[in-house]
């Protein structure tokens, strides 16, 4: 299986711009995770769909973030308008049920400017 | 949210040292634990779980459990250079579903 897989690795966008993040998670993993980290906030949970629907979205920092997985194999998470705050790694997991094994993407590193 | 504490180091020991990694957690509807490793650039990768009060081994690894502190521990022996990253320790939440992250211990070993 090749894991986990974000794109892009990396973004560099302006204030203001639509910024995109898409995830594809393992086949067969029932639960996928988004999570931000940043130095000063460590690793965050944004949101959880199980079986692609939308478990907590109490992390989601602002109305502008926004997350949809539209079906098994394919997350976005959204952030619209960005801005210099959200400059951070996202990493997007999935894991079977019932388990902590977490698997995680490469990242995407986020910068605006 | 519910929080996951841990000392952010560095945490710096010589090869061949045992290394302490701590961590201790508010709720206590809790079930499950986790340490994982992210060196640096990288992402997290799952070390160890534990859910049972205790210790658990694997390899140079030992996990330990005291629910009544809410207290989880990492021991890693004979430690070597390669072990230097920042440790993540992860708990439940109540349902169960999701991982809540500590900002992590940055250990450093040296040869």
């Known amino acids: 299986d090749a894991g986990v897989i974000q794109s892009p690795r990396h973004e560099v966008t302006e204030m203001g711009q639509e910024v995109t993040l898409r995830c594809k998670p393992i086949s067969g993993h029932d639960y996928l995770f988004w999570y931000r980290q940043t130095m000063m906030r460590g690793l965050e949970l944004l949101i959880y769909?199980?079986?692609?629907?939308?478990?907590?979205d109490s992390g989601m920092p602002e109305d502008r973030f926004s997350a949809k997985m539209p079906n098994a194999s394919f997350s976005t998470l959204k952030i619209q308008p960005s801005e210099p705050r959200d400059s951070a790694v996202y990493f997007c997991?999935?894991?079977?049920?019932?388990?902590?094994?977490?698997?995680f993407g490469s990242g995407t590193r986020l910068t605006v400017v | 949210q519910k929080e996951v504490e841990q000392n952010s180091g560095p945490l710096s020991v010589p090869e061949g040292a045992i290394a302490s990694l701590n961590c201790t957690y508010s709720?206590?509807?809790?079930?499950?634990f986790f340490w994982y490793r992210q060196y640096s650039g990288k992402s997290p990768e799952l070390i160890m779980f534990i859910y049972s009060n205790g210790d658990k081994e694997d390899g140079r690894f030992t996990a330990q459990l005291n629910k009544a502190s809410q207290y989880v521990s990492l021991l890693i022996r004979d430690s070597q250079p390669s072990d230097s990253a920042t440790y993540l320790c992860?708990?439940?939440?109540?349902?169960?579903?999701?991982?809540?992250f500590g900002k992590g211990t940055t250990l450093s070993v040296s040869s």
């Open positions: 997991a999935s894991s079977f049920p019932g388990t902590g094994g977490y698997t």
């Open positions: 992860a708990v439940t939440n109540q349902a169960g579903t999701a991982l809540i």
């Open positions: 709720d206590r509807g809790s079930q499950s």
């Open positions: 769909f199980n079986n692609n629907v939308p478990i907590d």
